[in-house]
């Protein structure tokens, strides 16, 4: 009888003293879950981070690229000697305006900058002094539209008089590249209205 109850207290201490193969395979599935649940989470922040920081310097680009052209702008047409008869915009339409002005007031237009827009290459780019190609001056962007207003109060985006333009209005449309740009909305558009303040005088 003493042996039989020996045996009885041993079974309840072996049966407290662990985990059934059946518990071990469910605390492994629920792991399995809340570990999936955690990557998961992980890989969508970590995808939100990078998109975002993605599109702060796509607008940072842009708007560097704005407060360049619209410096330019104002300049056009600058002739302090009034001895450079090319000052001004000598073309100009909706996906590029070329821009000459007499900075150092020598009488000849030193600054020569002509702004195009490839859209096969997702790039607004610059030819300087009026030759040599043009190089990219901001990558990432997927529309430019330039718009002007003229001396008689019409607007335009392909003037057929240059000299008649008094204000330029500029839209420039970016988007991040790679794989997060089509998961994400990251088309970011700017718009500016610059006068010219040295064009009519």
């Known amino acids: 009888m003493e042996i ?8 309840i201490s072996a049966d407290n003293g662990g985990f059934t193969l059946l518990e071990l395979i469910v605390a492994m599935v629920i792991s399995m879950f809340v570990m999936a649940a955690i990557y ?4 969508s922040s970590s995808e939100l981070f990078v998109s975002q920081e993605q ?7 842009i708007r560097a690229t704005l407060s360049m052209i619209a410096h330019d702008i104002r300049m056009a047409g600058l002739d302090p000697a009034r001895s450079a008869s090319d000052a001004g915009i000598a073309s100009a339409n909706a996906t590029s305006l070329h821009i000459l002005y007499d900075e150092d007031g ?6 020569d900058l ?21 190089q990219p001056l901001v990558y990432d962007i997927s529309s430019v539209g330039f718009t002007y207003v003229l001396s008689d109060g019409s607007t335009t985006s392909t003037p057929t008089d240059s000299s008649m333009i008094r204000m330029v209005g500029i839209q420039l449309c970016g988007k991040i590249d790679g794989p997060y740009s089509e998961k994400y909305d990251s088309l970011q558009c700017f718009n500016s209205t610059v006068r010219c303040r040295n064009m009519g005088l």
Not at 4 to 11: K, L, R
Not at 55 to 61: A, F, L, N, P, Y
Not at 114 to 134: C, H, I, N, R
């Open 106 to 111: 020598d009488g000849a237009c030193d600054t």
């Open 114 to 134: 002509d702004y195009l827009y490839v859209s096969a290459e997702d790039a607004l780019k610059v030819q300087t002094g009026g030759g040599g190609g043009y």
């Open 4 to 11: 039989v109850g020996n045996i009885i207290d041993m079974s």
């Open 55 to 61: 599109i702060v310097g796509v607008r940072q680009d």
């Open 40 to 43: 998961t989470l992980f890989r």
